[in-house]
Nanobody, 129 residues
Framework: QVQLVESGGGSVQAGESLRLSCKAS??????????MTWFRQAPGKERERVAVIYNGGGSTYYHDSVKGRFTVSQDKANGVQYLEMKRLEPEDTAIYYCAARTPAWSCGTTVSAADFLYWGQGTQVTVSS
């Protein structure tokens, strides 16, 4: 079992920044076994993949809409992933989730939320104009 806990959401003005954290824990969790991914879901929209860091931190993926503004990083020793979000836009308003699945290499190919078994509770990000 794996437990994921997100934090760091909030309400900000457009152009401001937030940093989200996702703490992973559990008897079977180890960063080199699991793929962890950031998703978000805006009201009335499907959950979409936002950012991924994988291959031991050597590779990243970003949704086109966040490239150049969001940065994903990880603290392997403590099982924490971060999503640094800069120059936030109203279109970034959503509930942000971290999700995990095995194997770790699937991060490079898995794009669907349906493929992830473990989810955090989500953290709300609201950006006003």
């Amino acid at each position: 079992q794996v437990q994921l806990v997100e934090s760091g959401g909030g309400s900000v003005q457009a152009g401001e920044s937030l940093r989200l954290s996702c703490k992973a824990s559990g008897s079977t969790y180890s960063y080199h076994l699991y793929c962890m991914t950031w998703f978000r879901q805006a009201p009335g929209k499907e959950r979409e993949r936002v950012a991924v860091i994988y291959n031991g931190g050597g590779s990243t993926y970003y949704h086109d809409s966040v490239k150049g503004r969001f940065t994903v990083s990880q603290d392997k020793a403590n099982g924490v992933q971060y999503l640094e979000m800069k120059r936030l836009e109203p279109e970034d308003t959503a509930i942000y989730y971290c999700a995990a699945r095995t194997p770790a290499w699937s991060c490079g190919t898995t794009v669907s939320a349906a493929d992830f078994l473990y989810w955090g509770q989500g953290t709300q990000v609201t950006v006003s104009s």
